[in-house]
């Protein structure tokens, strides 16, 4: 058993490597699966009201994806084409029509990552963007150009709503706090509609 001195010594160590441990943690915002949602929602109404049959998919800061949504009589491919160009977009910060027009300039960096899993040089992938902080990717095939369907931000703001919005405005409650809490969902959801600068 330790004396009490070198136990404290040990203790004071361990609590600076804690510390030190602390500062160097990494904090980001993510994207939720609500405005993932919202955002292949409204890029396959907008396909669809135009009469493109398409499907989307929105992938997060990893290229995972968040939600993969096929419109109906989207073909069998678009599934995996959607998913590629989302990828590509958050992969390389940029929409996917800007990268195929690099690819098609014979630039000889992107045709070694066209090479890549998971890459594609197709038109119709954006950046998801918080700020200056890419977030994720959102991707649409079955279009013409790909793109036309995907909107700088969701369409309808009063769409972005979260979970824990829908359910406080719920609530009855009139104490002045949950008056605030209505207010700043609100509030919340416009701002993350004009969060998504691709």
Same mark, same amino acid.
Request: hydrophobic share 40%; proline share 5%.
């Given at each position: 058993?330790?004396?009490?001195?070198?136990?404290?010594?040990?203790?004071?160590?361990?609590?600076?490597?804690?510390?030190?441990?602390?500062?160097?943690?990494?904090?980001?915002?993510?994207?939720?699966?609500?405005?993932?949602?919202?955002?292949?929602?409204?890029?396959?109404?907008?396909?669809?009201?135009?009469?493109?049959?398409?499907?989307?998919?929105?992938?997060?800061?990893?290229?995972?994806?968040?939600?993969?949504?096929?419109?109906?009589?989207? =073909?069998?491919?678009?599934?995996?084409?959607?998913?590629?160009?989302?990828?590509?977009?958050?992969?390389?910060?940029?929409?996917?029509?800007?990268?195929?027009?690099?690819?098609?300039?014979?630039?000889?960096?992107?045709?070694? +990552?066209?090479?890549?899993?998971?890459?594609?040089?197709?038109?119709?992938?954006?950046?998801?963007?918080?700020?200056?902080?890419?977030?994720?990717?959102?991707?649409?095939?079955?279009?013409? =150009?790909?793109?036309?369907?995907?909107?700088?931000?969701?369409?309808?703001?009063?769409?972005?709503?979260?979970?824990?919005?829908?359910?406080?405005?719920?609530?009855?409650?009139?104490?002045?706090?949950?008056?605030?809490?209505?207010?700043?969902?609100?509030?919340?959801?416009? +701002?993350?509609?004009?969060?998504?600068?691709?």
């Amino acid at each position: 058993m330790l004396a009490p001195l070198p136990r404290l010594a040990l203790a004071g160590f361990i609590s600076a490597l804690a510390t030190t441990a602390e500062a160097q943690l990494l904090t980001h915002r993510d994207l939720s699966y609500a405005i993932a949602k919202t955002i292949a929602e409204s890029a396959i109404e907008s396909c669809a009201a135009k009469g493109y049959r398409v499907s989307a998919v929105v992938v997060d800061r990893d290229g995972e994806t968040i939600v993969a949504l096929r419109g109906d009589n989207a =073909g069998p491919h678009t599934m995996e084409n959607a998913r590629r160009k989302a990828y590509t977009a958050l992969a390389f910060r940029t929409s996917t029509a800007e990268y195929s027009k690099r690819f098609a300039s014979d630039d000889p960096v992107v045709r070694q +990552q066209v090479t890549l899993p998971n890459v594609i040089a197709i038109p119709g992938g954006l950046p998801v963007k918080a700020g200056d902080d890419f977030i994720g990717g959102a991707g649409v095939s079955g279009s013409p =150009g790909g793109g036309a369907c995907l909107t700088r931000g969701p369409r309808r703001r009063d769409a972005v709503k979260s979970g824990e919005c829908k359910s406080i405005r719920r609530l009855r409650d009139s104490s002045a706090s949950l008056r605030r809490l209505r207010r700043d969902c609100v509030s919340s959801a416009r +701002q993350i509609a004009s969060m998504f600068l691709w």
